[in-house]
């Protein structure tokens, strides 16, 4: 067919343009497309002053699909080792303890917390998310969940759907997860609020384990999980975003730590005998989160707040910022700083009062104490060439444990019943 | 590459991130359907460092270039590289096709015509002189040098972005081949990857700037505008537009306030743009016969 002059034009011209924008493409260099592949690896340290040390490796895949598929998987693999907290105050004597497994004893010295160091532990966890954009306006996500430690069994499934309105402005989401538990502690679950006993106290070893046994509960337990949040997010303008979440979450089954005792203390302050704590076996809570997100010229600034509240009668706030500033395109440093503050559970007590009756439910686990802690934090992060991440975080952290108002007696006054607690998180990750 | 700090927005947004930054004179902006913020900040880079690299290198008002050498060259032949012979062959061959209505050599013509509101329509005499520092067939190309008259002088600026938005979005595309990203310097439009639910694109109003007259949805193209909308004089009542057509010296009578063509790429929507105007009150005709879907304002 014979093309008209003016019909010529544009064929010539496409043929032009592709001559001056082909020659440019076979210019460049060849780079590699490995973009739909990524991949985070991270060691993680965390240690307490004098307490309980972790090691910890990330690792996390996520692949691409298409624009609308997409697979995450994450592999966590952590060894705990150190000494935690038992519960016990401390004495003007040193005190013995048997061991949760019943087999052993271990002391501790005069005025000292008493601390439980014979806790070590290797945990995996393992997860897997899908995401699934459905349409312009539904994005789901399914996915499954498993971690194993010694002692413990933990295995989830969860889901969402999010929703976009208003020209995307606007995304509602709902989820929903399922966990099940199941606790297998050493040497066997504690009979509620039983006493400790001590091998000392017996003449052979047949009588002790008895009467051992006797503090003892047979097979493991379970907990169930259930959690349900809905959330907003709203785009404010062309900097700003807001996001609220209300979530409710549910447990039932076996919440007790198997691990922590309470000290039942006389008028003197003098500890007469060890209780083995006992906790509900159902537990509601509300929260909701506030976030605000903004790009600011050369960085991105967040704030956030979080109200939690429970039928334990625990309640917290949360205030935390992030300020991410961003040196050059490939240099960047991120501050962090968070701010915690929580009032104790109705059952915690620090100690128990000999002579008092025995309460059905009591624990001395300063984390479900009254407690004000902070992290103050900073991370610098590298974009290499490639589109490799190099980062490197470090953070200070302290929980500093009070007093829910109770009467403390007699020599228990010469001591720190509620020691702070100070650790330090230090994190390299790469990302390829 | 210039020592200056980055200037660059990168903002999350609901279907991915928007980059921005001000490049050649304009806006610049990448939509990017990226859930990856890591990938979104490559992105932009990419663009930024290509827009201004076309800047630094291209620009008539930049000193020391290649483009500066050339037009200082005194007649001397200067030796250029293969993207700007590939440029020049180019804008020969839309000289050629346009039968000399678009000519990069024009710029002294355009200079004559000043559209600041201070000046009138020039002189016959002046025109003359200036006309006959104009005209690219006095330019002689080979593949490796440019030889002008010392008195003539060159401006890249009618390809310029066009081609920066090509280049961009062929990297783009050549290194994240799934993802679908919008390049937007200044109007001058490119989406190489289809987007199924398309990217929706504003056409602005010429008799009401700053508005929007038309909402375009691209999945896959270039667009790119051309138009009298913003310079222009009126002496006695008739009103001059910006552009000047270089075989008479005088603006393109009734030419379009603008002109948008949608095409297979950016250069392309341009050029069609551009001598779409040059044609006048034939530009709708033009248009039309060259089978791409368009936009007239007048």
């Known amino acids: ?192 609020m039983s006493e400790m006993v001590f091998r000392g106290n017996y003449d052979n070893d047949a009588d002790y384990q008895a009467a051992f046994d006797q503090t003892r509960l047979a097979g493991d337990d379970t907990k169930q999980t259930s959690d349900i949040m809905f959330g907003v997010t709203q785009i404010i303008n062309r900097n700003w975003l807001m996001q609220a979440n209300y979530g409710l979450s549910s447990v039932s089954g076996y919440m007790t730590d198997p691990y922590k005792i309470l000290s039942e203390v006389d008028i003197n302050g003098v500890t007469q005998s060890y209780r083995y704590e006992n906790r509900p076996d ?42 991410r500033y961003n040196f050059s395109p490939t240099m960047y440093a991120q501050l962090h700083l968070r701010y915690y503050q929580q009032q104790a559970a109705e059952f915690y007590q620090p100690f128990l009062m000999s002579g008092d009756a025995i309460p059905e439910y009591a624990s001395a686990d300063y984390r479900i104490g009254d407690m004000t802690a902070y992290t103050i934090g900073l991370k610098f992060g590298q974009h290499l060439s490639g589109g490799h991440e190099l980062s490197y975080r470090i953070e200070y952290y302290q929980q500093n444990p009070e007093n829910n108002g109770t009467e403390i007696p007699g020599q228990l006054q010469n001591y720190d019943l509620f020691p702070s607690v100070k650790a330090i998180v230090a994190q390299v990750s790469y990302s390829f | 590459m210039s020592k200056a700090p980055k200037v660059m927005s990168l903002q999350p947004r609901p279907w991915g991130f928007l980059g921005s930054f001000s490049a050649m004179a304009s806006p610049c902006e990448l939509l990017m359907a990226v859930d990856d913020e890591h990938i979104a900040r490559q992105m932009l880079n990419i663009a930024y460092d290509e827009a201004k690299r076309i800047e630094h290198k291209f620009s008539r008002f930049i000193e020391g270039n290649v483009v500066w050498q050339l037009n200082h060259a005194q007649g001397e032949t200067t030796p250029i590289d293969a993207e700007t012979v590939h440029l020049f062959k180019f804008a020969q061959q839309c000289f050629q096709l346009s039968e000399s209505a678009f000519d990069i050599s024009a710029c002294p013509l355009i200079a004559l015509w000043r559209f ?93 700037l700053d508005n929007a007259a038309a909402l375009l949805t691209i999945r896959q193209g270039a667009l790119a505008t051309s138009g009298n909308t913003r310079r222009y004089i009126e002496v006695d009542g008739k009103r001059y537009g910006h552009i000047i057509n270089p075989k008479t010296g005088y603006p393109i009578e009734l030419a379009p306030l603008s002109v948008t063509v949608l095409a297979p790429n950016c250069v392309m929507a341009g050029m069609l743009a551009t001598m779409s105007m040059l044609k006048g009150p034939d530009a709708e005709d033009f248009l039309q016969q060259q089978g791409v879907d368009f936009k007239v304002f007048r």
């Open chain 1, 1 to 192: 067919m014979q093309l008209t002059s003016k019909q010529s034009i544009a064929s010539a011209l496409a043929l032009a343009s592709c001559s001056l924008l082909s020659q440019q493409a076979n210019a460049a260099e060849p780079i590699p497309a490995n973009d739909d592949w990524k991949v985070d690896a991270a060691i993680m340290y965390y240690g307490e002053q004098d307490r309980v040390q972790a090691t910890e490796a990330i690792g996390n895949v996520q692949k691409a699909f298409g624009d609308t598929s997409l697979l995450d998987m994450k592999i966590v693999v952590d060894s705990l080792t150190g000494a935690s907290a038992s519960g016990a105050v401390a004495q003007a004597e040193s005190q013995t303890f048997t061991r949760p497994s019943g087999d052993g004893q271990y002391t501790v010295a005069a005025g000292d917390t008493p601390l439980d160091d014979t806790f070590h532990d290797t945990r995996v966890q393992l997860s897997a998310n899908w995401q699934e954009v459905i349409n312009q306006d539904w994005t789901g996500n399914i996915g499954v969940y498993g971690s194993k430690e010694f002692d413990y069994l933990s295995m989830g499934i969860n889901g969402g759907l999010e929703r976009s309105f208003n020209k995307n402005n606007t995304t509602l989401s709902l989820s929903g997860a399922f966990t099940n538990d199941v606790v297998d502690p050493v040497g066997g679950r504690p009979v509620a």
């Open chain 1, 282 to 323: 159902s537990r509601l809570k509300h929260s909701v989160f506030l976030l605000t997100k903004g790009a600011l010229d050369s960085g991105v600034v967040d704030f956030s707040y979080r109200y939690s509240t429970d039928d334990w009668e625990i309640q917290s706030h949360t205030l935390e910022t992030h300020y």
């Open chain 2, 116 to 208: 600041d509101g201070s000046h009138g329509v020039p002189l016959q005499t002046e025109i003359d002189a200036t006309m006959l520092k104009v005209g690219f067939a006095r330019i002689a190309l080979t593949d490796n040098s440019v030889c002008m008259p010392a008195d003539m002088s060159v401006d890249f600026g009618g390809i310029g972005k066009e081609y920066a938005v090509d280049r961009t979005a062929q990297t783009l595309v050549n290194r994240w081949p799934n993802h679908s990203v919008l390049v937007n310097f200044g109007g001058d439009i490119a989406c190489p990857i289809i987007k199924s639910d398309g990217w929706q694109v504003g056409i602005e109003n010429p008799h009401k």
